[in-house]
């Protein structure tokens, strides 16, 4: 992981320097993850992932307990989906583990996120790649609010944002969760060490803004913010008045959810006793939250890590399995809708999909929270879609995108007996896209 950068904070307005009614430091970082060297896909010459900062959110440990059962569907209620049309996907790569529990390949009969548009606030995309072809019917837009004039360099030097933009929407090499939908990159840090901290909270803000200013001329209607600070808190109070708060507010109020990832410093937390919360942004109750589960087993020799270093707080695992909560995912127990807590997880170790190197067709395999979101973004992607289908409207209510996710996600314990950190013995619920689909199907059906 990348050394952290301290943030100074000081008042501002929204597209201000970053602050909190506690005059505090909020430290911006962009931890380095694990990664691995990817196969290329269909003949297509091997590339390794460079050595970027993984921005924000990391994986934890194995050996959960049977997880509950799945939401109340029933046989009759959710009809086995037809067979995928392959066609529209040929030589593409699926992400395998990833839809092993997320069922998005199925959800994808429903609806591929057609007239859908995301904002992917992050280190830039690499909108050459065929992931994102033709670039200018899928790349909507693209600015960098790194500086106080907002420019259109979105250049992507570490390869953290093409990623979660390739999780979220790649349909050419890779598919992702909804391959159909537009993108619009806004850059807002590096990814590398030359990042500052304050710099990066001005420019999420920044970000936010934009996408608020814009969101009708590109239709937008969802932010994945895979960026965090490195703090764990289990509640938003000292977070009234900060730019971003205000701008995360200000996109919910007109349904645009933020989906942020949780953070990935579980182990630095929890050496002695599990420690509940999340990174901010992510702990805005206006935010859609994030964690990680395993979604395959941990191979030190295979490239999948089962210890992680100092800088996470050296959290490990003797072993890995679907549905672990990752062991270095953040973590705090959702009690109510309205309340702060980790709305949903999703898989975050480990995910494969677009690189930066290379002709355009180049893979990569990494890990953390900010995996997680773009799935969980993909997903609300979807749900959107379907909506704006069955009823003409693009923004549905956040309350009900929230209820749906949750209702229809899978049951899963942090209850692991073979991870070095102490676990939280609570029940958190992860992401299934098909469910999701049918429980708002199901929903606008009989309301």
Same mark, same amino acid.
Not at 187 to 209: C, H, M, P, W, Y
Not at 212 to 222: G, K, Y
Not at 240 to 261: D, H, M, S
Not at 347 to 367: K, M
């Given at each position: 992981m990348g050394d952290p950068t301290q943030a100074r904070d000081g008042h501002a307005s929204a597209r201000g320097p970053i602050s909190d009614v506690t005059g505090r430091v909020l430290s911006f970082v962009v931890p380095a993850m694990p990664t691995q060297l990817a196969p290329a896909p269909?003949?297509?010459?091997?590339?390794?992932?460079?050595?970027?900062? *993984?921005?924000?959110?990391?994986?934890?440990?194995?050996?959960?307990?049977?997880?509950?059962?799945?939401?109340?569907?029933?046989?009759?209620?959710?009809?086995?989906?037809?067979?995928?049309?392959?066609?529209i996907f040929t030589g593409a790569r699926w992400m395998d583990e990833v839809n092993q529990l997320v069922h998005y390949s199925d959800a994808l009969n429903m609806t591929k996120g057609e007239d859908i548009t995301v904002a992917v606030l992050d280190t830039g995309c690499f909108v050459e790649h065929r992931d994102f072809s033709t670039s200018t019917l899928r790349i909507v837009a693209g600015v960098n609010c790194m500086t106080e004039t907002v420019g259109g360099d979105i250049t992507d030097a570490t390869g953290h944002g093409s990623h979660v933009a390739g999780v979220l929407a790649a349909n050419g090499v890779h598919i992702g969760l909804a391959p159909a939908?537009?993108?619009?990159?806004?850059?807002?840090?590096?990814?590398?060490?030359?990042? *500052?901290?304050?710099? %990066?909270?001005?420019? =999420?803000?920044?970000?936010?803004?934009?996408?608020?200013?814009?969101?009708?001329?590109?239709? %937008?209607?969802?932010?994945?913010?895979?960026?965090?600070? @490195?703090g764990n808190y289990d509640?938003?109070?000292?977070?009234?008045?900060?730019? =971003?708060?205000?701008?995360?507010?200000?996109?919910?109020?007109?349904? %645009?959810?933020?989906?942020?990832?949780?953070? @990935?410093?579980?182990?630095?937390?929890?050496?002695?006793t599990a420690a509940q919360g999340m990174c901010f942004p992510a702990i805005l109750r206006e935010a859609i939250s994030v964690g990680a589960v395993y979604d395959q087993p941990c191979d030190d020799f295979a490239g999948r890590p089962c210890r992680l270093g100092a800088d996470y707080g050296s959290p490990s695992t003797d072993s890995s399995r679907p549905d672990q909560l990752a062991i270095y995912t953040q973590r705090?127990?959702?009690?109510?809708?309205?309340?702060?807590?980790? *709305?949903?997880?999703?898989?975050?170790?480990?995910?494969?999909?677009?690189?930066?190197?290379? *002709?355009?067709?180049?893979?990569?395999?990494?890990?953390?929270?900010?995996?997680?979101?773009?799935?969980?973004?993909?997903?609300?992607?979807?749900?959107q879609s379907l909506h704006l289908k069955r009823t003409g409207e693009r923004r549905p209510p956040i309350a009900m995108l929230r209820s749906v996710l949750r209702r229809s996600a899978r049951t899963i314990l942090d209850n692991s007996l073979v991870t070095s950190c102490p676990v939280t013995n609570k029940s958190f619920r992860r992401v299934d896209a098909f469910a999701a689909l049918k429980q708002l199907e199901l929903d606008m059906a009989t309301s």
């Open positions: 269909s003949g297509l010459d091997e590339v390794a992932r460079p050595p970027w900062l *993984d921005q924000i959110q990391k994986s934890p440990p194995p050996g959960l307990g049977e997880p509950e059962a799945m939401p109340p569907w029933s046989d009759e209620m959710v009809p086995v989906p037809p067979a995928l049309d392959e066609t939908c537009r993108l619009v990159p806004v850059k807002v840090l590096s990814g590398t060490k030359a990042d *500052d901290g304050a710099a %990066i909270g001005t420019a =999420i803000a920044r970000g936010l803004n934009w996408v608020l200013d814009n969101a009708d001329t590109f239709a %937008i209607s969802v932010v994945c913010l895979s960026v965090g600070d @490195n509640n938003d109070q000292d977070f009234a008045g900060n730019a =971003i708060t205000e701008a995360v507010q200000a996109l919910a109020a007109r349904n %645009i959810p933020v989906v942020a990832a949780a953070g @990935n410093l579980y182990g630095l937390f929890a050496r002695d705090m127990e959702k009690v109510t809708d309205d309340q702060c807590g980790t *709305d949903i997880f999703a898989p975050g170790s480990w995910v494969r999909s677009t690189g930066i190197d290379g *002709d355009g067709g180049s893979s990569v395999v990494t890990e953390g929270t900010s995996e997680a979101a773009p799935i969980v973004a993909g997903v609300i992607a979807l749900l």
